[in-house]
Structures are given as C-alpha cells and as structure tokens.
C-alpha cells in the first residue's frame, strides 16, 4: 500500500457518492420521499411574516421541516437566516425586524406569554407580526438564544395545549416536541386568527406521512438512504485514517 494506492481508493469513492439517487428540484429530497404534492396549491400570503433563525447544524438533518413552512408560504412570508448567533453582518435587514415592535419571539423564557394571549392580526389595529422561529434541536435553540442578546427583549410568546406531533415522535425519538413546521403552522393560525391556515399549511408533513405509513418499504429506502449519507464522511475518515496508520508500518 502507497500514497498513490490510498488517493486511488479515495478518488473511487469520491467518484460514488450516495446523493447519485434522483433529487426533487424544489424540496432537494429524494424523488421517492418528495413531499411537495402536499403544498398548498398555491403559496399563502397570511399578513404575518415568519423569520426562521437556523443552526447551521439543522441544515443536514434528514427531516427538516423549515423547508416545508418556506414552501408553503409566498417568498416574502417567510425568511430565513443561518447561523449560532443574530444578528450577524451577513444577516440582511435582521437588525431592523429586531428593532420592530410587532416583532415577536416563540421561545419558553420565563416572561413567555401564550400566543393566544397577543391581539389577533386586526384586532384593535394590530399590524402584522415578525413571528421568529428558532430552527434547530433543542439544545441548538437554547445556544442560539443565550448566545443572541438582541433577541431577549423580544416579547416572547409560547404554544399551549397543542398535542405533541405524533409524526416528530415517529421519526425524532429523541426531541419530543412539534417541529418547525407544526410550531409555524399553528402560531400563525393563532395570529392570523384563522384555524384553517394550520391545515393547508401542514399538508406536507401529512402527505410525507401518510405516504410513508402506507409504504413501508419507502420508509426503509429512505431510512437506509439517510444512514448512507449519514454515515458517508466518517466512512471517507475511517478510510483514509486507517490507512494512514498502516502507511507508516508497511514502509517500515
Ligand atoms: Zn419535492
């Protein structure tokens, strides 16, 4: 084994990544597990917008929801703004959404009040509001917040009496809360005081649903094509790693 044998075994491996399975282009999932017959027909314009705050770690989860809320609702309703801190000079006209006071935060800090608590869109001259939404596990939402001083003087609002996703408890053992999607759905519907927005706007995650309890062998497909490409650097690491400990003693 030599230096040349070891890039050749790298080089081949690069020339096969998993992602060769066909793509959706507008939710970049997998054909076979493509949500995007569930969208709302036609984009909703509720008067309210969302701003999502990401972790950079949320983008490669397998199931991210945040795209599913971006779809389902027109351009300018929801936007998006990566990083582990806010705002950041890259972060476009963050500061002023901040700085505006029908800017709101969803997050359980101890003066959190219910969503229902707030004036609905229109009552008594309410404008519209900036829902933020923080996208990330937990304990990433939890850093983002400690870690962004600009966004503990935002009212902070919390989501009451809502039933646990039975769909986050299927695929995310672990995190046992609504996801993206369900907490946008349901805290604009409760702004926007309309119950129906809920319902179009969670058609992706019912259609992925439906879809995958009604087809267990995609469910497996899919599962099995995330741990591919879960597992695809470290394979590439262990690889090289290996063989660079064996490099030294075979030339020894
Ligand atoms: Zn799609």
Redesign the pocket.
Known sequence: MNEETVFQELSEILADPPETREK?S??K?PVPV???PGLPKHPINPASRIIILQHPAEVKRCLRTAPMLALGLGSEKCIIYRGKKFPLPKHEGLIEILNDKNTILLYPSPNAVTLDELTPVGDNGQKAYNLILLDGTWPQAKAIYHSSPALWNLQACKLVGIPTSEYVIRTQPTEGCLSTLETGAFALSILEGEPELKDKMLGPLHFLCRFQLENGAVTHQSKEFVIKQKTYPKLIGRRLARQLRILPEESA
Do not use: E, K, Y
């Open positions: 959706c507008q939710c999932r493509c949500w995007c």
